[in-house]
Nanobody, 124 residues
């Protein structure tokens, strides 16, 4: 059984930075996919960032590209999201997502496991 455990997040003022981390423990394959989503108040869960499990390619939502940086330690199945230049619009619960089918995660339908969620609050 795979389990996703998130850490990081918290509160920061606009313009600040935060880091989120997610570790996949259990039986994961080399092609185990991981991604970040977020859910803002009153909105549906939306894609934030992911990587192609078979290459070094990374993909970002337009709203975070250039500000957020995704990294992964493949040997430990640990993924981090460096969030810079945060704005109040980034306030949300952030979820780590995983998939064991080897596909690149770009939507909730690609996900077969969710982390517990982490609150990120950005004040103006």
């Amino acid at each position: 059984q795979v389990k996703l455990v998130q850490s990081g997040g918290g509160s920061v003022q606009a313009g600040g930075s935060l880091v989120l981390s997610c570790e996949a423990s259990g039986s994961t394959t080399r092609d185990y996919s991981m991604a970040w989503f977020r859910q803002r108040p009153g909105s549906e869960r939306e894609f934030v960032a992911t990587f192609n499990p078979r290459s070094t390619a990374k993909y970002y939502a337009d709203s975070v590209r250039g500000r957020f940086i995704l990294s992964r330690d493949g040997t430990k199945n640990t993924m981090s999201l460096q969030m810079n230049d945060l704005t109040p619009e980034d306030t949300a619960v952030y979820y780590c997502a995983g998939d064991s089918r080897g596909q690149t995660i770009v939507a909730p339908r690609n996900v077969d496991l969710w982390g517990q969620g982490t609150q990120v609050t950005v004040s103006s």
